[in-house]
């Protein structure tokens, strides 16, 4: 089992930078690809960053490439998203979740371990 608690959600101004984390408890921190997931009113939950074990290789929905940055502390048990210049559209319940597996980082199902949820309102 791996607990995850994800804080740093907020109100923000369009254009404004904000970091969310989220800490793991349980098992080895190590062991597990970290993914972030946000899901708006009325839609689906989408993909926007994952992060591989190590914290070498990372991947980006294209609504957030070259704006949000993933990464991690193994030592802290920590994943981390910088989010900057931040959109109305950027407004959700962020997600941060575990996966044991090696590939499929982008998808939801093959994540075994969800937080709660943190939400960001990105006003304009």
């Known amino acids: 089992q791996v607990q995850l608690v994800e804080s740093g959600g907020g109100l923000v101004q369009a254009g404004d930078s904000l970091r969310l984390s989220c800490e793991a408890s349980g098992r080895t921190f190590s062991w597990y690809i970290m993914g972030w997931f946000r899901q708006a009113p009325g839609k689906e939950r989408e993909f926007v960053a994952s992060?591989?074990?190590?914290?070498?290789?990372?991947n980006y929905a294209d609504s957030v490439k070259g704006r949000f940055t993933v990464s991690r502390d193994n030592a802290k048990n920590t994943v981390f998203l910088q989010m900057s210049t931040l959109k109305p559209e950027d407004t959700a319940v962020y997600y941060c979740?575990?996966?044991?597996?090696?590939?499929?980082?982008?998808?939801?199902?093959?994540?075994?371990?969800w937080g709660q949820g943190t939400q960001v309102t990105v006003s304009s």
């Open positions: 979740a575990a996966s044991a597996l090696s590939t499929g980082s982008g998808y939801p199902n093959n994540y075994a371990y």
């Open positions: 992060i591989n074990r190590s914290g070498d290789s990372t």
